[in-house]
């Protein structure tokens, strides 16, 4: 008798087009960042911020959503189930039985052992009908688990600050109007310094102030040209561009080509 019921096992990349949910599993979800960092919301408000080699465990019935915070995030995912009637269940397996609608965060120093093993379940998953890799399959995720769950290893929850800078670029994000917004007045929405929030911003989200909203500002801007036949003009007057010029320099400096060139080869045609 099975003692995990094991479902999709594999890596995945995320970017503006590629969000994350929203989705709510009747499985274990054990997702984890490889590179880059993502944002995610589950339930009724909670949110977090997974950089690389950080993940959560999110419990069967929990609804949840998300997107990269930088431009391309790669991460692994592992979907399944247990069986709480096989006859042999390891001690981290039997931890999970009966969870459901929260989640773990996992952000500690783990070792390289850890990856290694989320590697092979992923790799191994192409072999579903093979009974001797399914065992191999059950041994690197326990492994996985009890690294994880191990008291050894610290999980950092978000500070009082950090909370607020998540909630801040949450909003960001959603508004684009308020990218006109200074970081003089990002660091009095949460309460610190400018030369404090400064550092903590980058910090936590990888890129200063200015180049987070820098790239809001294109993430918009593209999806003005590529979605609409609003006159480029309009767009950059609507971003907060006073000259042209300057936002067809701005645009080039991060997509290598001008809106133009971007719209011609990315236009959404109806």
Known sequence: MKTIHFYLHSYGEHDENNKIGPV?????DLLFVHEGEIFLHLLEGDHIRLGERQGVLIYPLTP???????????????????NKDAHYKPQ??????????????????????????IDLTIRWATYEDDPFLYDLRVAAMVLVL????????????MNHHEEAIADL??????????????????????????????????????????????N????????????TLTPIKEISEKLGYKNLSHFYRAFKSHESISPREYRDKNIIRG
Do not use: C
């Not at 709510?24 to 274990?28: A, L, S």
């Not at 039997?94 to 120093?109: A, P």
């Open 64 to 82: 949840f959503q998300g997107y990269a915070l930088t431009e391309i995030a790669r991460t692994s995912v592992q979907h399944f189930d247990i």
């Open 24 to 28: 709510t599993w009747p499985h274990f």
């Open 92 to 117: 981290v397996v039997q931890s999970l039985l009966g969870k459901s609608r929260g989640y773990e965060i996992f952000q500690g120093e783990y070792s390289p052992n850890l990856f290694h093993n």
């Open 146 to 157: 009890g690294e994880l769950k191990s008291k050894k290893f610290q999980k950092r929850k």
């Open 216 to 227: 809001l500002r294109m993430l918009e801007a593209k999806r003005y040209l590529r979605e």
């Open 169 to 214: 670029v949450d909003r960001l994000r959603v508004n684009w109007r308020a990218h006109g917004m200074s970081v003089d007045d990002m660091a009095r929405e949460v309460e610190l310094s400018t030369s404090h929030f400064r550092a903590l911003f980058r910090n936590f989200v990888g890129a200063s102030p200015g180049q987070f909203l820098f």
